[in-house]
């Protein structure tokens, strides 16, 4: 089973300033991952796939990059709706189809 | 509009089983490569994926709780229902269903409001 690393578990940055998050798959996923955003009280909401397309909706200021078992989230300038958990997934090989354990992005 | 919406018991006794139904609407579950997770969510915790139901009504789940899930769907009732057997405390959590649109190789891209179930005598 292919397992999803994420770090760091807690990320603490200051609005406006640059966010990088960080996800490991145990053996290759090509680039068949996705990032997910979820705030308090609600759902996760898919941000990105293909380890860098953004989905319908997302600002730009949200990229994705990475192939193989190296990824990686980046937030340009944070926003104040920006901070929430993060999860990444892998869609490669499955099932199962894990989640990685997420980052909470706070408020520096 | 595409809409995925979770209903069952918000509270369910240890060793009981649990039944959950995911009703979606502006998607047809009969579509070609469309198909239905399950994802669960205890407090404060992550995500856990926990089954999967595609159109053409093949099934996968998870290692751990195989045993004691089943999917299946009613494409006429455009519902996707979850069946979890000897329930425990520890499988209290939010309970999400989401959609794959595009076969095999494709994210969640959109998902239910979630419901809370919570497993105590």
């Known amino acids: 089973e292919i397992v999803m690393t994420q770090s760091p578990a807690t990320l603490s940055v200051s609005p406006g300033e640059r966010a990088t998050l960080s996800c490991r798959a145990s053996q290759s996923v090509s680039s068949n991952l996705a990032w997910y955003q979820q705030k308090p009280g609600q759902a996760p909401r898919l941000l990105i796939y293909g380890a860098s397309t953004r989905a319908t909706g997302i600002p730009a200021r949200f990229s994705g990059s990475g192939s193989g078992t190296e990824f990686t989230l980046t937030i340009s300038s944070l926003q104040s709706e920006d901070f929430a958990v993060y999860y990444c997934q892998q869609y490669n090989n499955w099932p199962p189809r894990p989640f990685g354990q997420g980052t909470k992005l706070e408020i520096k | 509009q595409v809409t995925l919406k979770e209903s069952g018991p918000v509270l369910v006794k240890p060793t009981e089983t649990l039944t959950l139904t995911c009703t979606v609407s502006?998607?047809?579950?009969?579509?070609?490569?469309?198909?239905v997770s399950w994802i669960r969510q205890p407090p404060g915790k992550a995500l856990e994926w926990l089954a999967h139901i595609f159109s053409n009504d093949e099934k996968s789940y998870s290692t751990s709780l195989k045993s004691r899930l089943t999917i299946s769907k009613d494409t006429s009732k455009s519902q996707v229902v979850l069946t979890m057997t000897n329930m425990d405390p520890v499988d209290t959590a939010t309970y999400y269903c989401?959609?794959?649109?595009?076969?095999?190789?494709?994210?969640?891209?959109?998902w239910g409001q979630g419901t809370l179930v919570t497993v105590s005598s």
């Open positions: 502006g998607f047809s579950l009969s579509n070609a490569r469309m198909g």
């Open positions: 989401a959609r794959i649109s595009w076969g095999q190789l494709a994210p969640f891209d959109y």
